[in-house]
């Protein structure tokens, strides 16, 4: 069980754009199927906000907030996975949290179901209004 770190948060004006990047050791983002994103807002429930099944032929999930505005990759030979986030929103303003496969929270990539339990500690992005 190896935690992801997180890193590239930080502050943005409305329709700016950031780059988040999640990578942990021993390959696990590389070996796993399931690579997402997560964000929380004060006061609000954790919620997806993308996510991957590497290893099916289905198009990446993104919550209806922000497609079209955000893109998630992976980078096998870095081990890495990033989060573009674009046409930024003050409402995008949240701890982001990169998670892989693991005991824990389920979401459905199209026909395929990822269960998300291996969390990173996050990262802030605020964006202003």
């Known amino acids: 069980q190896v935690q992801p770190v997180e890193s590239g948060g930080g502050s943005a004006q409305v329709g700016g754009s950031l780059r988040l990047s999640c990578t942990a050791a021993?390959?696990?983002?590389?070996?796993?199927?399931?690579i997402g994103w997560f964000r929380q807002a004060p006061g609000n429930a954790r919620e997806a906000v993308a996510a991957?099944?590497?290893?099916?032929?289905?198009?990446?999930y993104y919550s209806d907030s922000v497609k079209g505005r955000f893109a998630i990759s992976q980078d096998n030979a870095e081990n890495t996975v990033y989060l573009e986030m674009n046409n930024l929103k003050p409402e995008d303003t949240a701890m982001y949290y990169c998670?892989?496969?693991?005991?824990?929270?389920?979401?459905?990539?199209?026909?395929?179901?990822?269960?998300?339990?291996?969390w990173g500690q996050g990262t802030q992005v605020t964006v202003s209004s």
């Open positions: 998670a892989a496969a693991g005991p824990g929270e389920r979401l459905w990539i199209g026909p395929y179901p990822c269960d998300f339990g291996t």
């Open positions: 021993s390959g696990y983002i590389y070996s796993s199927n399931c």
């Open positions: 991957v099944y590497t290893s099916g032929g289905s198009t990446p």
